[in-house]
């Protein structure tokens, strides 16, 4: 008995024994490393975009923006490729808006969302969004142009030669949009979700159809969230060059693009263009750079009034 | 003003503009509910409810939260409908009509049968706009039938003294209190018959309580109304008759004075002595 109440104690007395921890370091390097990462990416950038300023700021005049590419792109100006994009983009815009917005609706207001449909919607969405651009390029080289202009040329046009089947602003603005079309979605679901269900409700409860709902309340609650995407869709399908490429852009046109079926001259097709096919490649290099720098300029623009919209949307929330 | 009377006839279906004149068959019952079921998903929430709603009278549904009292509510004007996944049977009668089956589409059966929310849920819009909307998606345009009913609706909601000045602000500059009562005033305005009520004064302060409560006696001269309260002193005060909910069971369903001095059931006495809920 006595024996056993002292092994008791003895246990007590281990389990109170002080523990003893290793000695930690006060997490220098955890820091250093992190700072080191942030260090090297800025400088990335501050390289990138030094380089480009410093090559191309000196060429930008309104000469240079109002002027046609000249002397085989080794003079002149880019005025048709600004020109160019900005129609693809106007065309993109037309066409990815509103498909974006009625699907984020439809997968929002009219299905349940553990439903297997939207689930199949949501998925195919993510992947579209994952899907290479040449893939889009191609995929608007064979469908768009090859099935749906070759087939219209066929039985509107069966005589001539080809007028809708061939590389043509529509078809890369279509193109672009199936590319640009999850973002559109992604941020008018992100408008959508922040509008108050209690909203929503009051409209219906006081006799408003779906259709009146969705036009009186849903829609200008989320025209934020809808501007912001499609600002977004702009400057990512502005930058892109890969799905025109085979679905449009010209290497150089005298002309501007006038019409639905004409093909175009497009800034990052021109900038590839001027790299890599030009005659003199150190005679347009100051050119090369200035157009760079255009198309930046004009990404960041398009990239800072989406963040302004959005912030100044949340802001207005917060304050309501 | 005939021409008027003629234009609210249309959106209330041939109703007249003070509804509650009780010429249909049926006289006692503004609302009859008969062996209903729901479900969310899977999952059964109510149990084979049959209630009748008296005209001209506040009906109380009281109960534990979770008891299924919201969703019955959100029943009696097809709300329910607005969620994907909800299904309902069973049968629910607005005078002689199906409100699920004599209506196309559940829009129409809502412009007769109002709502007004737990939370106060005014439109992003003007005080003017908000009471407004209800005409508007039904409809009616005329600018000077519509500032009349507003005007109207308001004064029906104890607001216009407070209000008929900054017509043209925003909603949002409104207290909770007067926030709710706009919201109240919205739901007025496309003269419903029956309203139906979600714990309108949960949110507010005693004040802007008692306030509600006044005019919901004043409100059941002119309309039915049904209004699910967590307060119990609040169903004794404003409620004519009182139906207690539990698990998503109808317990029991009275006149109010008898449901809270000889309840017939033990569930309730236990409830409304406070033992639980």
């Not at chain 2, 007769?112 to 706009?129: A, C, E, H, L, T």
Request: glycine share 8%; proline share 6%; net charge neutral.
């Amino acid at each position: 008995m006595a024996d056993e109440y002292l092994t008791i104690r003895q246990n007590r007395r281990d389990y109170l024994k002080p523990l003893v921890f290793k000695q930690k370091s006060s997490g220098h390097l955890p820091r250093g490393a992190t700072f080191l990462a942030v260090i090297i990416i800025i400088l990335m950038l501050a390289i990138i975009l030094g380089n480009i300023i410093y090559g191309g700021a000196g060429i930008i005049s309104w000469e240079f923006l109002s002027h046609p590419p000249e002397r085989g792109m080794e003079a002149g100006g880019i005025f048709p490729a600004i020109f160019g994009t900005v129609f693809l983009v106007l065309l993109m815009v037309i066409a990815v808006v509103p498909v974006g917005v009625m699907t984020a609706i439809y997968l929002h207001e009219y299905t349940r969302p553990t439903s297997r449909v939207t689930k199949i919607i949501r998925v195919s969405i993510n992947n579209l969004a994952g899907v290479p651009s040449i893939v889009f390029g191609l995929f608007g080289l064979g469908f768009f142009i090859g099935f749906i202009g070759g087939g219209m040329d066929a039985v509107f046009f069966p005589k001539e030669g080809p007028v809708w089947g061939q590389p043509a602003i529509i078809w890369a603005a279509l193109t672009l949009a199936l590319l640009t079309l999850p973002v559109v979605i992604v941020s008018t679901e992100e408008a959508l979700r922040t509008i108050p269900r209690e909203l929503i409700e009051a409209s219906y409860a006081l006799g408003g159809t779906k259709l009146q709902t969705i036009w009186r309340i849903i829609i200008p609650q989320a025209l934020p969230g809808i501007l912001t995407g499609s600002i977004l869709a702009v400057s990512r399908g502005a930058g892109e060059v890969a799905p025109i490429m085979f679905t449009g852009a010209a290497y150089y046109l005298p002309y501007l693009p006038g019409k639905l079926n004409d093909q175009f001259m497009e800034l990052g097709y021109h900038i590839y263009v001027m790299a890599t096919q030009s005659p003199d490649v150190e005679a347009t290099k100051p050119i090369l750079f200035g157009t760079v720098l255009v198309l930046l300029v004009l990404t960041f623009l398009l990239n800072f009034v989406a963040v302004y919209i959005r912030s100044s949307m949340r802001r207005k929330r917060a304050a309501a | 003003m005939p021409q008027h009377d003629n234009q609210i006839k249309i959106i209330n279906q041939e109703q007249s503009l003070h509804p509650d004149t009780g010429t249909k068959s049926s006289p006692n019952y503004k609302m009859m509910v008969s062996s209903l079921d729901f479900w969310y998903g899977d999952n059964k929430v109510l149990h084979d409810i049959s209630l009748n709603v008296s005209r001209n009278m506040v009906k109380a549904l009281i109960g534990p939260s979770g008891c299924g009292k919201s969703t019955f509510l959100r029943t009696l004007n097809r709300m329910n409908e607005t969620i994907p996944g909800t299904r309902m049977e069973g049968v629910i009668k607005l005078d002689d009509m199906d409100i699920y089956k004599d209506f196309g589409d559940p829009s129409q059966i809502r412009t007769r049968i109002g709502m007004v929310f737990q939370k106060s849920n005014p439109f992003p819009k003007s005080i003017f706009d908000n009471v407004a909307y209800g005409l508007r998606v039904n409809g009616i345009k005329d600018i000077g039938l519509v500032s009349e009913v507003v005007e109207d609706s308001l004064r029906q909601a104890a607001l216009w003294d407070e209000v008929k000045d900054i017509l043209d602000n925003s909603a949002y500059a409104l207290s909770g209190g007067q926030q709710q009562r706009l919201c109240i005033a919205r739901a007025l305005a496309i003269r419903p018959e029956v309203i139906l009520m979600d714990e309108p004064a949960s949110a507010l302060d005693p004040l802007s309580t008692s306030r509600i409560e006044d005019l919901i006696g004043e409100l059941k001269k002119l309309y039915t109304i049904v209004i699910v309260t967590h307060n119990m002193q609040q169903a004794a005060r404003v409620s004519d008759e009182t139906a207690f909910f539990f698990q998503g069971v109808l317990i029991e369903d009275g006149p109010t004075k008898e449901i809270f001095t000889r309840p017939r059931q033990k569930k309730t006495e236990d409830y409304i002595t406070g033992r639980f809920g």
